[in-house]
């Protein structure tokens, strides 16, 4: 069963900066969509950043997501560690981790900036194995 209610704390940050659709025009608006997708992508699909020499199974790429919140989103990288052989549980506490770091004002504020890149194309450590048939 999923417990959504841990980041309920955020709706008021997630109102201000999701974009009705796409990644959005500011940095900010980028890392909230980003974020965004992990969680949701885990909570609904079992989805992780990074499939490579993993137990759990996944069937959607979301590397991108965490290569651009790495390359872009000062601290990400410490709240996104390699995931291999991650439980369940241990992968929900990162998605937290990187949810109470950055989905909040005084964090997004630094990032006001035009969007950089973007969150759907970005390689970097985190990879993608196709495991579904």
């Known amino acids: 069963m999923v417990n959504w209610n841990y980041f309920d704390k955020f709706d008021d940050v997630i109102f201000k900066y ?3 659709r796409g990644e959005g025009e500011t940095v900010a608006s980028q890392i909230v969509t980003a974020i965004n997708k992990l969680i949701y992508k885990w909570y609904n699909d079992g989805d992780v950043y ?3 020499s993993n137990t759990l199974g996944w069937c959607n790429d979301l ?8 390359r872009y989103a000062d601290g990400c990288e410490e709240h996104l ?6 439980t369940g549980e241990i992968y929900e506490d990162i998605l937290k981790s990187l949810a109470d770091m950055c989905l909040n004002e005084d964090y997004l504020s630094d990032y006001l900036l ?12 985190y990879k993608f194995e ?4």
């Open 81 to 86: 560690p390699r995931v291999y052989y991650a």
């Open 63 to 70: 590397s991108s997501y965490a290569n651009w919140l790495e």
């Open 18 to 20: 999701m974009p009705p």
């Open 130 to 133: 196709e495991v579904c048939g």
């Open 50 to 52: 990074d499939n490579t």
């Open 114 to 125: 035009p969007k950089v890149g973007t969150i759907y194309k970005c390689d970097g450590d």
